[in-house]
């Protein structure tokens, strides 16, 4: 059987895209005809916010359900506006499985024993009932933060295995203080984003699929090109996803090294010079805040082709 690095890839090829969609709204750079259709149904709420949130997530899905492989909500986005936020995510996912896209939730969730198991179970394995057990949000895959070791981690390791699923873990992460942490020395060890590619590469070793990739990788920022063309070659096998494309300013070429000789391996994420592409002036004066979903296909299409011409003329396009 196919595991899910397969049938991510599958959908890559499919699509000869490697990009995945971010879904992290906002509600005041959402379209103010969305925003004021859910206030006057709703009332000035949390409940209108979360509306306007599956609203435009939908209209967003629907324009790039057929060019990219993936989407993927950052759950705090919705967590913020509590039951209410949590309805739309969980209608988000769902609406976006219909479509036939893989779904990525960004959690970055961790804890041990017990606690562990229980995010696991909420994001991709399944809740204990009073007989039996249910999936509940029941992505594709999730976000893992390593920081408390193999306790933090192997129950999620443990649903990958049971119910088909993958985990990407923080490794060298795209924000400008990741190397607070993250680019220390450990004395015999090497640097710490390293020392927790080597513990990735180890971990995912078991659950390798049909294409040569474990449903088991790690987080690789986009803005670190040189780190991310070390951690390629101590993780040769794991599938990276790659955020800090175009908003955070990665680039193409920055991308370039998270890919094998085979032009795979990597997935890149952009999320806000996606979903809200319609801001940027490069698309605003061709399309209207009515029509921001038609902004965002479009800035899909760009990304596509220029990460796919960059991975051509380096040899590294799949197709």
């Known amino acids: 059987m196919k595991n899910i690095a397969d049938l991510l890839i599958d959908s890559i090829i499919e699509k000869q895209s490697c990009a995945v969609v971010g879904l992290d709204p906002k509600i005041q ?19 209108a916010v979360a509306r306007a949130f599956a609203k435009f997530n939908k209209f967003i899905i629907n324009e790039v359900y057929d060019i990219v492989p993936a989407v993927k909500p950052q759950i705090a986005f919705y967590e913020e506006y509590g039951y209410e936020g949590i309805r739309a995510f969980e209608e988000t996912i769902n609406y976006a499985k219909s479509k036939g896209l893989l779904v990525i939730i960004d959690a970055k969730r961790n804890d041990i024993g017990s606690t562990a198991e229980a995010y696991s179970c909420a994001h991709i394995g399944r809740a204990e009932l009073i007989n039996g057990s249910l999936p509940v949000f029941d992505a594709d895959f999730v976000t893992v933060n390593p920081y408390l070791g193999i306790d933090g981690v192997k129950p999620f390791i443990n ?22 942490l993250q680019d220390k020395k450990i004395e015999n060890e090497g640097l710490v984003y390293e020392l927790v590619a080597e513990k990735i590469n180890n971990w995912g070793g078991e659950l390798i699929g049909e294409y040569g990739y474990s449903c088991i990788g790690p987080v690789v920022g986009a803005t670190y090109p040189d780190q991310a063309k070390i951690l390629r070659n101590k993780m040769p096998y794991s599938y990276f996803l790659v955020p800090g494309y175009g908003a955070q300013g990665g680039t193409a070429e920055d991308v370039k090294p998270c890919f094998n000789s085979d032009g795979l391996g990597a997935v890149v994420n952009s999320s806000g010079g996606i979903i809200f592409a319609y801001l ?15 902004a965002s296909r479009q800035a899909v299409n760009n990304m596509n082709e220029d990460i796919n011409n960059t991975l051509e003329k380096n040899n590294k396009k799949y197709w």
Do not use: A, M
């Not at 750079?29 to 409940?47: A, M, T, V, W």
């Not at 605003?284 to 029509?291: A, L, M, Q, R, V």
């Open 29 to 47: 750079q959402i379209p103010e005809f969305i925003r004021e259709e859910c206030k006057d149904y709703y009332g000035n709420s949390l409940k």
């Open 159 to 180: 649903d990958c295995k049971n119910y088909n699923k993958g985990i990407f873990i923080l490794d060298k992460t795209s924000n400008k203080s990741s190397g607070e």
């Open 280 to 294: 940027n002036e490069k698309y605003s004066g061709i399309f209207s805040p009515e029509n921001f979903d038609k």
